[in-house]
């Protein structure tokens, strides 16, 4: 808890640029006010300087989650031996990486409020309690889904069936 205090310390006076023009201060919409990204998308991790699928990053945007152009917090859990952990691929796991039921833990600590969109990868079926705890602890203070690439729908039909029965949203994408 120190660490996170410390934490949002520390990124409240950050301020980050981004290559692409997307600093932590915007604009995040066109000049017609479409939106042109998610701030939540990776915990934020699509503005340039912030670590994808972070906690520090999610506490740098944070205070954007009224914006319109924050539609969830969504991140990526992938399985590296038997623990599901919160990142885009298994080589960016490491040290600090947390595991998935911590992380929504942490999220719900920094007190967001727009519902969090889990992004499963390939997770072996032997960890699907795993994803229905990490679910079911979430669900306690904020809506979560679970989102599943096209290709990847039949690896957990059982899984998606169980989530629906419990009223969790499941969504595809291509």
């Known amino acids: 808890m120190v660490k996170l205090l410390l934490l949002l310390l520390v990124s409240c006076n950050a301020k980050f640029e981004s290559d692409a023009g997307f600093s932590i201060d915007g604009p995040f919409s066109d000049n017609q006010g479409k939106c042109l990204l998610n701030i939540g998308h990776r915990v934020g991790g699509d503005i340039k300087g912030l670590s994808d699928n972070s906690i520090e990053t999610a506490i740098a945007v944070k205070h954007l989650e009224n914006h319109k152009c924050f ?16 990142a885009h691929s298994k080589n960016d796991i490491n040290n600090e990486s947390l595991e ?11 007190g967001v409020k727009k519902p969090i969109a889990i992004d499963l990868k390939d997770i072996s079926k032997e960890l699907w309690d795993t994803i229905i705890n990490a679910v079911i602890t979430g ?26 029965e419990m009223g969790v949203g499941v969504f595809i994408y291509e």
């Open 71 to 86: 539609k969830r917090w969504e991140f990526d859990a992938v399985q590296f031996g038997s623990n599901i952990y919160v």
């Open 100 to 110: 998935l039921i911590e992380f929504i833990e942490e999220l719900v600590a920094i």
């Open 139 to 164: 669900n306690r203070y904020v809506e979560v889904k679970v989102i599943i690439y096209k290709k990847r729908v039949k690896n957990y039909k059982d899984l998606i069936s169980h989530l629906k």
